[in-house]
Nanobody, 120 residues
Framework: QLQLVESGGDLVQPGGSLRLSCAASGFTLDEFAIGWFRQAPGKEREGVSCIASSDGNTDYADSVKGRFTISRDNAKNTVYLQMNSLKPEDTAIYYC?????????????WGQGTQVTVSS
């Protein structure tokens, strides 16, 4: 069964950091582009970042550029999202998904999500 599982969400104060993990099972993650998305209460899901499978190129939403970094560890079959200088508006459920291309992919194999709450 092809599956992505997110972890690492937590409650953190503004200005703090978190690292989210997206672990794959049932397939080799480096064959796919992996994207991070988020959905805040009452808002539509938005793309946060993605990393290509072939050359490792990355893409970021303007709202997170300079604060978030996406990376992949193929040996661990895991993609990470390092989030620094967190703001209350980063509060959301964060999901990862797989596609052929980043950023212009058709995303699938969605995980169940991990909650990030930024609050003092």
């Amino acid at each position: 069964q092809l599956q992505l599982v997110e972890s690492g969400g937590d409650l953190v104060q503004p200005g703090g950091s978190l690292r989210l993990s997206c672990a794959a099972s049932g397939f080799t993650l480096d064959e796919f582009a992996i994207g991070w998305f988020r959905q805040a209460p009452g808002k539509e899901r938005e793309g946060v970042s993605c990393i290509a499978s072939s050359d490792g190129n990355t893409d970021y939403a303007d709202s997170v550029k300079g604060r978030f970094t996406i990376s992949r560890d193929n040996a661990k079959n895991t993609v990470y999202l390092q989030m620094n200088s967190l703001k209350p508006e980063d509060t959301a459920i964060y999901y990862c998904a797989a596609a052929k291309f980043c950023p212009a992919g058709t995303w699938g194999y969605w995980g169940q999500g991990t909650q990030v709450t930024v609050s003092s």
